[in-house]
């Protein structure tokens, strides 16, 4: 579809740029830079549409209609530019360490074992 939307819209380019080329202006003949474009006013303006004007106003109803269509079908077709990336997975919050249990204070330690004498200190010395 949209291809054949695309090939009718360069031929209804091309067709409407060869219509307005084509196309005789007002008073812009080559008689008119010489003074001779009196004559056409003398007549008045032109009451009827020429063959050229009806090709110009149809092309360019098509043009619109097809340039319309084609932004259509393209809106349509086209998907959000995120749409193609896979969600990053969510971060779990870190795992809590687990929790040693805290040792027995020293006085529930088992009367079998012995505390370590404690040192004795010179008797020159004095802790200070």
Same mark, same amino acid.
């Given at each position: @579809?949209?291809?054949?939307?695309?090939i009718?819209?360069?031929?209804?380019?091309?067709? /409407?740029?060869?219509?307005?080329?084509?196309?005789?202006?007002?008073?812009?003949?080559?008689? &008119? *830079?010489?003074?001779?474009? @009196?004559?056409?006013?003398?007549?008045?303006?032109?009451?009827?549409?020429? /063959? @050229?004007?009806? /090709?110009?106003?149809?092309?360019?109803?098509?043009?619109?209609?097809?340039?319309?269509? /084609?932004?259509?079908?393209? &809106?349509?077709?086209?998907?959000?530019?995120?749409a193609?990336?896979?969600?990053?997975?969510?971060?779990? *919050?870190?795992?809590?360490?687990?929790v #040693?249990?805290?040792?027995?204070p020293?006085e #529930?330690?088992?009367?079998?074992? &012995? &505390?370590?004498?404690?040192? #004795?200190?010179p008797?020159? #010395?004095?802790?200070?």
């Open positions: @579809m949209f291809t054949l939307l695309l009718l819209y360069i031929i209804v380019c091309v067709f /409407l740029i060869l219509v307005v080329l084509l196309q005789q202006g007002k008073g812009s003949d080559v008689a &008119a *830079a010489f003074g001779g474009g @009196m004559a056409q006013q003398s007549f008045g303006p032109r009451g009827t549409t020429t /063959l @050229m004007h009806k /090709l110009t106003t149809g092309s360019f109803v098509v043009f619109v209609a097809l340039c319309i269509g /084609l932004s259509v079908v393209t &809106a349509r077709g086209s998907k959000s530019v995120t193609g990336v896979k969600a990053a997975p969510a971060k779990a *919050a870190p795992a809590e360490p687990a #040693e249990p805290v040792a027995a020293a #529930e330690a088992p009367q079998s074992e &012995a &505390a370590p004498p404690a040192a #004795e200190t008797a020159g #010395e004095s802790s200070q």
